[in-house]
DNA sequence: ACAAAAGTGTTCCATATACACCCATGT
DNA sequence: ACATGGGTGTATATGGAACACTTTTGT
């Protein structure tokens, strides 16, 4: 989970998700990806509403509503701190600093939607490199869901589904090499749900 | 689907999804229940926030975005026009009248929610009222999911999951008299997801 | 040679699907 | 008696879960 510290009042100091106003013109989702690059130097290529949040009294400073996105970030991308933010931080889901606002409720309903989508979609190829190991998505996988995988079980199912292409070049960075493998398609026609 | 027809311009005479502004204090699930009460009559028992539309000339009076919510209605609820609309009125989904603003997006959005919604969830039983048939709960879920279900094999997945409880009451109003059920329990920890 | 991650098969169980007839009642 | 919707069982296919050892390389 990646989070920011604020600078301004109310929260100071805290950290929060980033976020910031639409402008008068703008889409909810180009304002999304805009306030990221802004607050944390990431262009966002994958980005989904996630909820909106409308309690009253949800800031102190008076009615605001929250349009929530959630994005995916590969986690070798490098993260600049911009103006409104004093501080990028990467944090494990299970040891999440106290957070500004009602953010702990919009993280924890934005990784439940992670794991729920996690295996009748694509998301879990977003957060890698265009070939990666069976071994890398396989982690990927444990991590957002939070127990492991059986690697045998996975690794049929990938085949099953027909995920992955294979390719012919492998990784020789561990012991062993690996087979390095790109995503292979668009199977999921999203025509149903979000 | 329960839609209203338009008073007032851009759109009059059209028909609509019922709606209307959220009020200062007022939490955005209640400010829909309210509207749904103030345009149809009817007070929701089921209401889920369905996601928020908000590209910048989605109303020609400007700015407006929407966080829309659905409800679900049983049949049987009477619906008395209220002061904004000129008439309340049901649609078949696959017969849907040509609709105001970006209204047709949004439901079709709620309808795939719905049948995404409907075996994993409590929604199909909100729809009928305390006591109901298995073929009437069997005909709520080949209508949203527009097609037919085999009533052996949904029979059996109701009992595995222990979903209903029998009555010994049987309504009379066919040939067989149907025995009658209640819905048994909440099962459905819901932890995930939305 | 050994440490470390990559890779590989089989069995079992639960759940989904396909399919057709008898039953109880009101008219 | 008959028309109508209510109600029932079986066989097959599919997908998920549990489980442990061999392979290949770098050091």
């Known amino acids: 989970m990646m989070l920011i510290r604020r600078l301004a ?62 994005a995916l970030v590969p986690e070798d991308q490098v993260l600049a701190a911009g103006t409104d933010a004093s501080e990028v931080q990467w944090f494990s889901v299970s040891k999440l600093p106290p957070l500004a606002f ?14 729920a989508k996690l295996d009748y979609s694509d998301v879990g190829f977003v957060l890698l490199p265009k070939e990666f190991s069976l071994s890398d998505l396989q982690e990927v996988h444990e991590s957002i ?22 390719t012919d070049h492998y990784r020789h960075t561990g012991r062993k090499p690996a087979r390095l493998y790109t995503f292979a398609g668009n199977s999921t026609t999203d025509e149903s749900s979000d």
Chains 1, 2 share one sequence.
């Open 9 to 70: 009042e109310p929260y100071a100091g805290q950290f929060a998700l980033p976020g910031g106003f639409v402008l008068p013109h703008e889409s909810l989702e180009v304002a999304a990806a805009r306030e990221l690059v802004e607050e944390t130097g990431y262009r966002a290529t994958y980005l989904e509403q996630l909820f909106t949040f409308g309690e009253p009294d949800r800031d102190p400073r008076g009615r605001v509503v929250t349009v929530a996105y959630y």
């Open 102 to 115: 009602d953010h702990a409720e919009i993280l924890q309903k934005a990784h439940g939607r992670l794991k």
């Open 145 to 166: 869901l939070g127990h492991e995988v059986d690697p045998r079980n996975f690794r049929r199912k990938l085949e099953s589904r027909g995920l992955v292409k294979e």
